[in-house]
């Protein structure tokens, strides 16, 4: 995909461009780069806004992230913008192979992410934003085959996020809760809605703790939708993401994604990196 090689370069070009990182927010806090695009964990999409960006800033982050599991493998790479530390937009490319059907499927993201209230650190109260993501599939004949009622599709979430410093035997402790509003299946590489299916609202949630300043090990959770009848099954990663420095973020995960398309036991590992600048 052209799109996903040149958003590579954008990654890579970060790196290249660190000096000019925006570094008005604590190291670390504005979390990884989540699969759909937006700011957050790996799988889930907290309340903070992408990269290092205060009030007075903007900030531009590209990242790359692979999930191999059993029997399939999805690629994403995209782009994030934050806007004074207000205003989140991203975009980013997956693609899932299939190697079974000796296929591949395409979905683009679109994302926005509002700050409502606080700040994870500063603010009594957690952090709370409003996102929306809108998905298209490049090609919808596999979801249709499946029987989902559209190729494309908008999911609404609500996080609020809150990062206790100190909290837990002096270490930093991380929380995050999201409710989405969405009908999308396998993050919508499946398509959107089936037979009698109707948009639903979905729990998700994240913890972590911050082993040093530039360490935090801790795990996450999404509940799925069935609106296929195949089975789809919540998802649950355990996660180590280190931030060296305010330019660049590494993070590993286990994945247990549960069943995909009818195929069970989908487990595997996940590795993404974020450039910030």
Known sequence: MKR???????TCFA??????????????TPGVSQVEGSAGGGIVPWAQLAGYASDDEIAINGFCSR??????????CGAQLNIYDRVEFSYAEQRFEVPALNTDIEQSITGAKVRLY?????????????????KSLDDGSIANLLGAKDTSGTDIYLAASKLHLGALAGYNW???????YSDANQLGLLGFGGP?????????????????HQIAVG??????????????QDWQDVFVAWFPNKHVSVTAAWLDLGSIAGAEDQTGWYLSVTGYW
């Open 67 to 76: 999930a191999d599991v059993s029997d399939y493998r999805l690629d994403v």
């Open 15 to 28: 790196f290249a461009s660190s000096g000019f990182a925006a570094s008005g927010k604590l190291l670390a």
């Open 4 to 10: 996903l090689n040149w958003l590579f370069g954008l």
């Open 118 to 134: 606080g700040d994870i650190v500063y603010s009594k109260w957690p952090q709370l934003s409003l996102g929306v993501q809108h």
């Open 174 to 180: 991380f929380w995050n809760t999201t409710f989405r």
């Open 196 to 212: 009698d299916s109707d948009k639903e609202l979905l729990f998700e949630a994240s913890t972590a703790v911050f082993l040093t």
């Open 219 to 232: 795990v996450e959770y999404r509940e799925k939708s069935n609106n296929l009848g195949l089975g789809e």
